[in-house]
């Protein structure tokens, strides 16, 4: 890979990794609810979920997920069910720290399938697997470009993860983490909004 390419490739990943999406609302809205250690099974399952989805996607899965309209739509309005639901269930169950509410963090394989089903993931899978995969040595440049996502992708879900727990001073009250907690819920929904509208 030329190191314009490199450099593109880091591009790409900080600017789909860090920025506000399902995976980074659910990280913070964890991160305050459950703190950040409960929350390093999320956070790894996000982390290596996706990059080890791109690493399939390059390998197996594109040619398939670009031709067939059938799976491509299947996963796009199953995955926006799917995260609409989440969405529900972290603005309206009580908080999702509350004992009460009987929600717990996600597990390590939670976070990872949910991959699988998020319209954002595979967007960013099959656009990177297309302009950064080499065609001579797919194996080598899917390596690579996973590798890129797993670094920036762990140090992102630490970062989001992080910040919501940063937040949990300020999230003394009920009504306080409500809040937070429908903000989340709607930079969920806007961006399920968003990717369909694509």
Not at 102 to 117: D, I, M, R, S
Request: aromatic letters at 10%.
């Amino acid at each position: 890979m030329t190191p314009e390419a490199s450099l593109a490739l880091i591009g790409l990943a900080i600017g789909t990794l860090f920025t506000p999406g399902p995976n980074n609302a659910m990280l913070a809205a964890s991160g305050a609810n459950f703190g950040f250690r409960r929350t390093v099974p999320h956070m790894l399952g996000v982390a290596t979920g996706f990059p080890v989805m791109m690493l399939i996607v390059g390998l197996l899965l594109g040619g398939l997920f670009q031709t067939s309209a059938v799976l491509r739509e299947t996963l796009r309005w199953g995955g926006a069910a799917i995260l609409l639901w989440l969405a529900w269930k972290i603005a309206f169950s009580g908080g999702i720290g509350s004992k009460r509410s009987g929600v717990h963090p996600l597990t390590y394989v939670q976070a990872a399938a949910f991959q699988w089903v998020n319209p954002k993931g595979w967007s960013m899978a099959i656009a990177a697997v297309s302009q950064f995969v080499i065609a001579a040595k797919p194996v080598a440049s899917s390596v690579t470009v996973c590798g890129v996502f797993l670094g920036f992708g762990l140090l992102s879900s630490a970062t989001w993860a992080f910040a919501g727990q940063s937040l949990t001073r300020w999230l003394t009250t009920d009504r306080r983490l409500r809040v937070f907690n429908v903000t989340m819920a709607a930079l969920i929904v806007l961006s399920t909004v968003q990717l369909l509208a694509h």
